[in-house]
């Protein structure tokens, strides 16, 4: 069993930055894949971004490109989400998940999940 628990969020006015993070329980995180999601109100959850469980490989969807990065420290159990140049089109409630598969986009595809934090982004 894998427990996140996210932090980090806030209000923030466009062009600044915050950092989240996520603190995972249990001693076979490090075995997961973990990805960001968002979801505004009155939208669907949307992938932001993952990395491999040994932190080598990453990847983001094409609307935080060059803004956001995705790292971890396994020591720590914790993966982090700098996220830079913030637009307030950003606001949104952002989820740590945990996945053991090889696809990191579909939400269906992981398997536990934080209860999120809020990121709210003011013009």
């Given at each position: 069993?894998?427990?996140?628990?996210?932090?980090?969020?806030?209000?923030?006015?466009?062009?600044g930055?915050?950092?989240?993070?996520?603190?995972?329980?249990?001693?076979?995180?490090?075995?997961y894949?973990?990805?960001?999601?968002?979801?505004?109100?009155?939208?669907?959850?949307?992938?932001?971004?993952?990395?491999?469980?040994?932190?080598?490989?990453?990847?983001?969807?094409?609307?935080?490109?060059?803004?956001?990065?995705?790292?971890?420290?396994?020591?720590?159990?914790?993966?982090?989400?700098?996220?830079?140049?913030?637009?307030?089109?950003?606001?949104?409630?952002?989820?740590?998940?945990?996945?053991?598969?090889?696809?990191?986009?579909?939400?269906?595809?992981y398997?536990?999940?934080?209860?999120?934090?809020?990121?709210?982004?003011?013009?």
């Amino acid at each position: 069993q894998v427990q996140l628990v996210e932090s980090g969020g806030g209000l923030v006015q466009a062009g600044g930055s915050l950092r989240l993070s996520c603190a995972a329980s249990g001693r076979t995180f490090r075995r997961y894949a973990t990805g960001w999601f968002r979801q505004a109100p009155g939208k669907e959850r949307e992938f932001v971004t993952a990395i491999s469980w040994s932190g080598g490989s990453t990847y983001y969807a094409d609307s935080v490109k060059g803004r956001f990065t995705i790292s971890r420290d396994n020591a720590k159990n914790t993966v982090y989400l700098q996220m830079n140049s913030l637009k307030p089109e950003d606001t949104a409630v952002y989820y740590c998940a945990a996945t053991n598969g090889l696809e990191w986009e579909p939400r269906t595809k992981y398997d536990y999940w934080g209860q999120g934090t809020q990121v709210t982004v003011s013009s």
